[in-house]
């Protein structure tokens, strides 16, 4: 793969799944409807801060792994392929039908304490480390530096980000409405099964 091939497929991939509901997309819609665009936003902005840190983590351990150690990038690789497939599987066995943005309560202390609340919600989620971890390494093209790559991929990921906490905050009564409706919670539960099975099933046949 080399690079302009990696940043599409990469686009793609991280698109979808920013597309994909789940506590963050609950902050910033909660957060838009009850107390207005700029603390959403300024909680959109503390999430993707979040990401940023978490992506860069992922990126430099990654590309320390592999710079010193092939039996350890291979034990992290194949640690990946599993959690990306078995979380595939469980998404399309399982399909969320609910998703309620009410159900996250709303944040004080002004722009500040939004901002402050976005960014918590993001670190303390292991998943998203886990995520980062499994997604990031296998979208590094041959003779990349694989540190520096990452970190460009985890803030295309934090911009894709944003730009969509911005359409939520914009039609938050449309999207929130189209968010609660179970087929299209399923469908996307569903498709983006899919899409962690196939790049789980990618990275594992990963001959780097």
């Not at 940023?52 to 983590?57: C, D, I, K, P, R």
């Not at 938050?172 to 099933?201: C, M, W, Y």
């Amino acid at each position: 793969m080399n690079t302009p091939q990696a940043l599409l497929a990469f686009s793609l991939a991280a698109g979808l799944l920013t597309l994909t509901p789940g506590l963050d997309t609950a902050l910033v819609l909660r957060t838009a409807a009850t107390q207005g665009p700029r603390r959403a936003f300024a909680a959109a902005v503390g999430i993707g801060t979040g990401c940023l840190v978490w992506g860069v983590a992922a990126a430099v351990g990654a590309g320390a792994l592999l710079t010193a150690s092939t039996l350890a990038y291979t034990a992290l690789k194949w640690a990946g392929a599993a959690y990306l497939v078995w979380m595939g599987l469980k998404m399309i066995a399982k399909p969320r039908d609910r998703f309620e943005p009410g159900a996250v309560a709303p944040t004080g202390g002004g722009v500040a304490g939004s901002l402050r609340r976005g960014l918590l919600t993001n670190l303390l989620n292991p998943k998203v480390g886990v995520f980062y971890i499994s997604f990031l390494p296998q979208f590094v093209p041959t003779g990349a530096h694989p540190a520096s790559f990452g970190v460009l991929l985890a803030g295309i990921h934090v911009v894709m980000g944003l730009a969509w906490a911005g359409l939520l905050i914009a039609a938050t009564t449309p999207l929130a409405g189209l968010l609660r409706k179970a087929s299209v919670i399923r469908g996307l539960d569903r498709i983006t099964g899919g899409v962690f099975i196939a790049f789980g099933l990618r990275l594992a046949l990963d001959r780097r």
